[in-house]
């Protein structure tokens, strides 16, 4: 397994684990949209032996409260069913964290199972007063700090590019 920066010729096998993943086209179909619009800040890739996608994570733009602070979103996270539990989630995770560290990025936000995000440093979004455009889903709001000072002062609306908001439902 080869955990790396997603480069052009992995389109097709992103896409291809997206739609078996979350069964349909929504997320391979967002993923193609952020592509199209410059809106992928980064891609990491899990490979397997043969050069096959198995894992894949994606990182793209968020404002807050209109502004551009260097956030980003990460979404979405997926592994290839075969090869879930294995801590290639993890490992995708944290060589977005750390690429997103190095290239001086300030937080990075997601939408999802706390039980799962919350071991990385993630923390709710409520506790710092952020919420997302989506107050349905509000608890699975969360922010992961990567400058110190990244959340002091700030409250309000961490806004998704708009691909996230064409979904269809
Ligand atoms: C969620 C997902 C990305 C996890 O990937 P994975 O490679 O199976 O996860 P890992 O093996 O790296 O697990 C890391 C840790 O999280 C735990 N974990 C795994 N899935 C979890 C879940 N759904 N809830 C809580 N904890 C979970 C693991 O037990 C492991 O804990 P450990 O470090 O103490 O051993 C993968 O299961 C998946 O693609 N699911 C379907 C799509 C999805 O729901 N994506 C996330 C929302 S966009």
Known sequence: MLIRV?????AAGIAKLLRKVFAGNREADLIQQLREDG????GVVATDDYGGIIG???FSPVMV???DRLWVGLAPLAVSEKHQGKGIGKALVYEGLDTLNEFSYAAVAVLGDPAYYAPFGFKPAAEFNLHSQWPDVASAFQIY???DD????VSGL???SAPFDQLPA
Not at 39 to 42: D, E, H, Q, S, V
């Open 6 to 10: 997603e480069i052009p010729v992995d």
């Open 39 to 42: 809106l992928i800040t980064l």
């Open 56 to 58: 894949y994570a994606a």
């Open 65 to 67: 409260n209109g502004e």
């Open 145 to 147: 700090s990567l400058a």
């Open 150 to 153: 990244a959340l002091v002062g």
């Open 158 to 160: 961490v806004e998704y």
